[in-house]
């Protein structure tokens, strides 16, 4: 199993640029989620999914889309990126949302806005 | 929602010492509360983990305690070494689907 994984690595933006951050999973969990980690600020849960067609706001949603077509995958949208989206984004997946397992975590993407 | 308190932010110890991390969390609901340790470039990993039916879990040299009355519980390294360096996350959950964690504390081991 490849496990969680995430592309692209790193990525340089423009202010008011869009791209997707793709994560995939191979483990076909039902729990899907995104987090963004910033320096002192821990990881904060952007959105999150329970499986395929059903997503969810976390902590800090605003500015950032997500669906839920396939079990495997997550995509995570910057409609329009702004410096404050520079940051470390982390997806991850768990067996179940319902009775909490371990959350898998994939290697990170290191976005830049400039 | 649920708030996730994780002091102090570094730890410094001595090889071969033991390093106690601490959280506290506000939701009296939680009932989940893992443990990751983040090394440098890495996404988070879990190292443990232990539901609010249980006070006390061990696996070799890592341990969690739960104190639900005070709505803490805690992370224990004994015979700590230069591997355990990272950075450690608590984490607090319910029935929200919701993971919240702590900020996060640096641990060195000094050897």
């Known amino acids: ?114 | 929602g649920e708030n996730v308190e994780q002091h102090p932010s570094t730890l410094s110890v001595q090889e071969g010492d033991s390093a106690v991390i601490k959280c506290t969390y506000s939701d009296s609901a939680s009932n989940y509360f893992p443990w990751y340790k983040q090394e440098l470039g890495k996404g988070p990993q879990l190292i443990i983990d232990i539901r609010s039916n249980v006070g006390e879990k061990k696996d070799q040299r890592i341990a969690v305690t739960l104190n639900k009355t005070a709505k803490h519980f805690s992370l224990h390294i004994t015979e700590t070494q230069p591997e355990d360096s990272a950075v450690y996350f608590c984490a607090a959950t319910g029935a929200n689907s919701k993971l919240t964690f702590g900020k996060g504390i640096t641990l060195s081991v000094r050897p």
């Open chain 1, 1 to 114: 199993n490849a496990g969680v994984t995430q592309t692209p690595k790193f990525q340089v933006l423009k202010t008011g640029q869009s791209m997707t951050l793709q994560c995939a999973q191979d483990m076909n969990h039902e729990y899907m989620s995104w987090y963004r980690q910033d320096p002192g600020m821990g990881l904060r849960l952007i959105h999150y999914s329970v499986g395929a067609g059903i997503t969810d706001q976390g902590e800090v949603p605003n500015g950032y889309n997500v669906s839920r077509s396939t079990t495997e995958d997550f995509p995570l949208r910057l409609l329009s990126a702004a410096p404050s989206q520079t940051s470390v984004y982390f997806c991850a997946s768990s067996y179940s949302g319902r009775v909490w397992h371990e959350q898998y975590f994939g290697p990170g993407t290191r976005l830049t806005v400039t």
